[in-house]
């Protein structure tokens, strides 16, 4: 039923792939974030000119499948004749930069609502007395906002790094040899689909399991200092899997 | 609501057992194509599956004398697919290769069939390993053409796709410098194309070895007796003339 010898010779050429998946989760990931914090911030704006757009940008892309935010990026923006022409081609031109621009945008909007979400959680008085105490606006955020939300954010960011691990197989879509991709090329080559994928699943598997425990300690270790804010932590993390 | 549940349950078994009685009944066929590779099958504007893999298949089971289902399907799985009982005979004009053969049987030729590069048209017209040293070239994945630069362009980046039409967009975008597909496919479908206006086929026709012995129609190993019944359906279709008017419908050449 089960041919091990397929799957202990594709083993290998698979792991091939893993590098390049884990460099597109992390890229990723960076990305998301560095947009994810200021769209956090304009989300829990007073102004609707900056709170507006934010949720407008957040409602959109969480709203459309990211197969088709990559399709997008790669084959709709090389249909453009001044995109081709223009200096950000290079960039462009690689399936390997559109996938980090297309699930970057994308990761950013699911990110963005997790910060914002763990902002809204930190009690007001701590705002209050920072100020009173003659911190800046910016020294406040940094000194004892983002320490404290970025606890609270943590359970459900965690569920953010492990989605974003699995999306990028995406990338095979567009050419690139990632661990989904390497595993689509063992098929062509070999006809058995049952075999390679499995074994691709369960490396994946491994992956995202191994990243989930160490993320848990990661969590425990944190929360040990403040039980109250891990206690809420909790909560938002099953806010956040009822609403996955 | 019990017996609700039980009418449902027996819906589904019907249908399942539905499902595995077509399998196995000679007379009721059904035959995967590819359905995204103009002109031999695609999508018309009206959404039918249409073709000239679509109309040999059509008068294939007429000729048998049997009921048929054409069924677009991806082409890495396509194989995958047969064996795995989801249809009985693959129509996509699929070349016969020795890798192929250890997975399924392959009718009598039904087509002969050529390679070549597609480029841009003020492009060198060599096309050897060599002169493609460092070029970037794309190619449908698990196709022909695919196994055959593998092999013999070790100096050339291989960029692989699902479909050849992907292939094509991404040379009009510039992010290949070269194509190797059918020719025919080539020449009719992609260059036809006001967006390919500045493309041509480039270098010589490529035939044999790893590009295969001709286009065939899969079956699964075990399939003898229906084997049998399309080879004689396809000496049917050659005889009587069908061959030729369906291929004079979207050619002005022959093709075997």
Not at chain 1, 28 to 42: D, E
Not at chain 1, 103 to 126: D, F, M
Not at chain 2, 94 to 106: D, I, P, S
């Amino acid at each position: 039923m089960l041919d091990l010898q397929i799957m202990a010779e594709a083993f290998p050429n698979l792991l091939q792939g893993v590098g390049l998946t884990g460099r597109l989760a992390i890229l990723i990931l960076i990305f998301g974030m560095v947009i994810a914090i200021p769209l956090a911030y304009a989300r829990n704006a007073h102004s609707a000119w900056l709170h507006g757009p934010a949720s407008a940008y957040i409602f959109v892309i969480r709203g459309v499948p990211s197969l088709l935010q990559v399709f997008l990026v790669y084959y709709g923006l090389g249909q453009f004749e001044f995109i081709r022409s223009s200096a950000l081609w290079p960039i462009f031109r690689d399936p390997f930069w559109c996938v980090i621009i297309a699930l970057g945008l994308n990761s950013a909007a699911y990110t963005a609502e997790i910060i914002a979400g763990a902002l809204r959680l930190v009690p007001k008085g701590l705002n209050e007395a920072a100020r009173a105490l003659g911190l800046s606006w910016f020294q406040t955020q940094r000194k004892i906002i983002i320490p404290l939300a970025a606890r609270l954010a943590l359970p459900a960011y965690e569920n953010e790094i492990i989605l974003t691990v699995k999306a990028t197989s995406l990338a095979s879509t567009i050419t690139l040899l990632d661990l989904t991709g390497a595993a689509r090329l063992e098929v062509s080559n070999t006809f058995a689909p049952y075999e390679v994928f499995l074994t691709a699943g369960a490396i994946y598997f491994c992956i995202t399991t191994t990243l989930s425990w160490l993320l848990r300690k990661l969590e425990q270790r944190l929360s040990i200092e403040n039980r109250g804010v891990a206690q809420k932590a909790r909560e938002l993390r099953l806010g956040a899997a009822a609403h996955a | 609501m019990i017996n609700k549940h039980k009418f449902t349950t027996i819906l589904v078994c019907a249908a399942f057992s539905s499902v595995f009685a077509g399998a196995s009944q000679a007379k009721d066929l059904r035959i995967a194509t590819e359905g995204t590779y103009a002109p031999w099958s695609f999508v018309d504007a009206g959404g039918k599956l249409t073709g000239w893999d679509v109309d040999i298949a059509n008068a294939l089971c007429e000729a048998m004398k049997a009921k048929c289902t054409i069924m677009a399907q991806e082409w890495d799985g396509i194989i995958p697919g047969l064996n795995a009982r989801k249809y009985d005979l693959i129509v996509a004009s699929m070349g016969v290769t020795e890798k192929r053969k250890q997975q399924v049987a392959f009718s009598k030729k039904y087509k002969n069939t050529a390679s070549q590069f597609v480029g841009k048209k003020d492009a060198p017209a060599d096309t050897s390993p060599d002169a493609l040293k460092g070029k970037r070239i794309g190619v449908q994945r698990g196709s022909i053409q695919d196994a055959y630069l593998t092999a013999t362009y070790p100096k050339s980046e291989i960029v692989r796709y699902d479909k050849t039409t992907d292939v094509e967009l991404d040379l009009i975008a510039g992010r290949v410098d070269l194509l190797l597909a059918n020719k025919v496919t080539s020449m009719l479908g992609f260059l036809k194309r006001p967006e390919a206006a500045s493309f041509a086929l480039v270098g010589p026709e490529y035939t044999g070895g790893l590009l295969g012995e001709g286009n065939a129609i899969a079956l699964r190993k075990d399939d003898a007796k229906l084997l049998e019944e399309v080879n004689a359906a396809i000496d049917t279709l050659i005889a009587n003339g069908t061959y030729d008017s369906i291929t004079r419908k979207y050619f002005d050449f022959k093709l075997m």
